[in-house]
């Protein structure tokens, strides 16, 4: 059976619940967070799972492209060997007052906010005395370090 996970934003969530409809009514359940994660899993749970499905619908939105779980999502599923071979298919919309901008300037200015991001998270670690406090805050880093390096090689087909 094709597992076919589907990843938004919560701001996003009426136009994923659409889909989610429109697929049912053809016989088809989504994988979503919000119903198909239990209580004992985390995101980063999911996301690792999304690299198994056979499909991945992604709604991509000027909010997604700024919010760290989803960052997670979609660098979990570009972590796949087999990302290219496997069918992804995202949904740009348009939702805010500030529109997505897939020039270069608008990519660099995504790059820019992952980078002001590890900025703060950098200052917060330097801020925390004990070394023994920091474990969750360095991870945190690494991952915002990740998230810039996405826009940095991000390019239009």
């Not at 053809?26 to 499909?55: C, H, N, P, T, W």
């Not at 805010?96 to 002001?116: L, R």
Request: aromatic share 12%.
């Amino acid at each position: 059976m094709k597992r076919i996970y589907i990843t938004y934003c919560w701001q996003n969530e009426k136009i994923a619940d659409i889909l989610d409809h429109h697929f049912q009514q053809v016989g088809i359940k989504l994988i979503r967070d919000k119903r198909d994660l239990d209580y004992s899993s985390s995101i980063e749970d999911f996301a690792r799972k999304m690299r198994q499905g056979s499909y991945n619908i992604c709604i991509i939105s000027n909010e997604y492209l700024k919010r760290i779980n989803c960052m997670y999502e979609i660098n979990q599923l570009l972590k796949d060997d087999n990302f290219a071979k496997k069918k992804f298919c995202p949904i740009v919309v348009d939702t805010s007052s500030e529109p997505i901008d897939f020039s270069p300037t608008g990519i660099e200015n995504y790059a820019q906010f992952w980078k002001n991001e590890l900025l703060k998270q950098d200052q917060l670690i330097n801020s925390i005395l004990e070394n023994r406090n920091k474990g969750e805050q360095i991870k945190q880093l690494k991952k915002l370090k990740q998230y810039t390096m996405i826009f940095e090689n991000f390019s239009i087909c």
